[in-house]
């Protein structure tokens, strides 16, 4: 969950590593450091964010041209300067930044201890590199050797880079678990968690894979295995412009990601749809259709709102398909031993594509013989690596924290694999069909013209700010966005919020209900609508405030609610990627009146790449 930039070549490395750092925040802000090597190793960190080691860091000696930074995400350690990366070595020869987690860090300490050793942090990391650094004193052998025997005896995830006094010029990369993207530069390379912290520098990468080791020097990239065998690097030509990772006149990026989304749903949509002639072009899909249409079950995995995505599409699929569906938290399926089948299909959904939960969780279902499909965002990501086949969603960059551009890519994606699944089965009739083709490629003209009445939702924002408590309610396709609503609140308010079935309310939440809480429903038409009306009479009749999102044309729910807002009229099995938007407006604008970093909220990071 960490962000690591390095760099070795002719450039001053400080600025390079800070500029880095900065576009890597979101993976991590609560205490930063980098370690330049000029000569010897100098090494400066501090608790919170980029701009504060900035701030420490004046005038300071930062002249080098090989460097490494790291912004943190605390795991072991409280937050603080002491627990900060870079960690140097007992001799001070070494400095290593680490992303991810060293589960026997506890015996290898112990071990290290005995032996005379004393530690300045309570990081797994320092532990890490002083058992690398004792290996290469104690077996006569090289930093590179060192660095492959210790890997080969710890267990857990881990990205580092080490830099060495010794061999000034030269960064030692190896990663398992976590995301490695080496840029190659002329006569300079370039090392970080994602490609944003290069993508200025060159827009030519190569993907570094577990168990694999990078000797990076200004002028040559040397990968190899664990085994010490070279492996030939693959370049890849990144097709992402700098101003995806910027601000673009925008206040926060999660406000940008939001209104991007008429363009990202597009783009998601772009040679793949064409409603006119009736078809979907998936490559993914149709290398994949026998699996599909044979298939006796599809098992969802994913975290957090990519799991609200993969609830929705178990209703679309069920629907359209007639494909039993189950979702599952990947954290909890990698654990329960659970039944999987030849033949049956994991969709695994990740934004990054490295959340360390899925990633594993779909490995163990693929030695058990399961086809995995993966939709992520990121492209040349794990789990897009490890996948038999899989969609990305072309969202772009996604820097806030909060996902918002990135789930409705995946709702655009599922639904379209739904869709295009069931005409190859016969499952849905012609006109349905393609009366669904067209439904989904008005979904972007009817997102930009929910964005145009922002305004009324920042009043009703504005209006509920105080709030303590709020419950999110939905039936059906509406149901998973109640819970990505109240998710949203969470994240990005600090407010306590549940999501539940809107039937669900009369067993136990409705005991919450008061005369200032706000109870938001989702309430879009469809097959329900009359159901949820009685709902929302069953809260005002306990004076409950009552937020609604409704079709327009809606002559009912007006006159019951507190507060509503119009999203365009759609298909049920299309309204989750219009009712969604003014729900993240909500909470983005609860969060701003609230005074929360809402790009950066606490305790939070974007790519979950520790369990």
């Known amino acids: 969950m960490c962000g690591i930039v390095g760099y070795t070549g002719p450039r001053e490395a400080y600025p390079v590593v800070i500029k880095g750092l900065k576009r890597l925040e979101y993976r991590g802000y609560d205490s930063t450091g980098v370690a330049l090597l000029n000569g010897t190793v100098k090494v400066y960190k501090k608790k919170g964010r980029v701009a504060e080691l900035e701030e420490y860091a004046v005038g300071k000696e930062l002249h080098a041209h090989t460097g490494i930074g790291h912004t943190r995400w605390a795991t072991h350690g409280e937050p603080s300067d002491r627990n900060a990366h870079p960690h140097t070595s007992r001799s001070g020869k070494l400095a290593m930044i680490h992303n991810g987690i060293i589960e026997n860090y506890v015996q ?6 005995n032996k005379g050793y004393h530690f300045t942090s309570d990081t797994d990391t320092e532990v890490l590199l002083n058992f690398i650094e ?5 077996n006569n052998c090289g930093l590179e050797e060192a660095i492959r025997i210790a890997l080969k005896r710890v267990t857990g995830a881990y990205c580092i880079l080490l830099i060495n006094e010794d061999d000034p010029g030269t960064i030692i990369a190896a990663r398992k678990g976590s995301p490695l993207v080496i840029g190659v530069g002329k006569g300079e390379h370039f090392l970080g968690s994602d490609a944003s912290p290069m993508l200025e520098y060159t827009k030519e990468v190569v993907y570094v894979n577990d168990y694999e080791l990078a000797i990076v020097k200004p002028d040559e990239l040397i990968l190899k295995n664990l085994g010490n065998e070279k492996i030939t690097p693959f370049i890849t030509k990144l097709d992402m412009d700098l101003a995806a990772i910027e601000m673009g006149g925008y206040d926060h990026f999660m406000l940008k990601e939001i209104f991007e ?25 149709q290398n994949n259709i026998e699996a599909f249409k044979t298939a006796q079950r599809i098992i969802i995995v994913a975290c957090g709102t990519s799991w609200h995505a993969g609830l929705v599409a178990e209703y679309v699929i069920e629907e359209l398909c007639r494909i039993p569906v189950e979702v599952e938290y990947a954290s909890e399926f990698r654990y329960r031993n659970p039944v999987i089948n030849k033949g049956d299909i994991i969709i695994a959904i990740s934004q990054s594509g490295e959340t360390a939960d899925t990633l594993v969780a779909i490995e163990k279902a693929k030695e058990q013989g399961a086809v995995i499909f993966g939709i992520v965002n990121a492209v040349g990501s794990s789990i897009a690596r490890l996948s038999n086949g899989g969609a990305y969603t072309h969202a772009g960059p996604e820097i806030g924290v909060a996902s918002t551009k990135a789930f ?11 869709l295009k699944i069931a005409k190859e089965k016969g499952t849905i009739t012609d006109e349905r069909y393609s009366k669904l083709l067209f439904e989904l490629d008005s979904i972007p003209e009817k997102v930009e013209a929910i964005l145009k009445g922002a305004n009324a939702i920042k009043a009703i924002a504005e209006k509920y700010k105080g709030a303590a408590d709020a419950l999110f309610l939905g039936r059906g396709y509406n149901f998973p966005i109640a819970l990505e609503g109240a998710l949203k609140l969470k994240e990005i308010s600090y407010i306590h919020a549940e999501g539940y079935p809107a039937a669900e309310m009369k067993h136990g939440p409705i005991a919450l209900v008061t005369e200032i809480l706000p109870v938001v429903f989702v309430a879009t038409k469809d097959s329900y609508h009359e159901k949820i009306v009685s709902n929302i009479q069953e809260i005002k009749a306990r004076k409950g405030k ?40 909500l909470s983005y604008y609860v969060g701003i009146a609230k005074g929360v970093d809402v790009d950066k909220p606490r305790n939070l990071a974007k790519s979950v790449t520790v369990e």
């Open 546 to 585: 009552v937020i609604a999102i409704i079709s327009e044309g809606d002559d009912v729910i007006p006159s019951l609610a507190d507060d509503v807002f119009f999203v365009p009229p759609a298909d049920e099995i299309m309204a989750p990627l219009l009712s969604c938007i003014p729900l993240q407006l």
């Open 108 to 113: 290898l300490k112990k071990d290290l201890v």
């Open 408 to 418: 409705t890519g995946q709702l655009a994606v599922l639904t379209m694999m739904a």
């Open 134 to 138: 004792d290996i290469k004193e104690n």
């Open 261 to 285: 989304q008429p363009s990202t749903i597009h783009d998601c949509l772009r040679g793949r749809l064409d409603a006119t002639a009736g078809t979907i072009t998936m490559s993914g899909v």
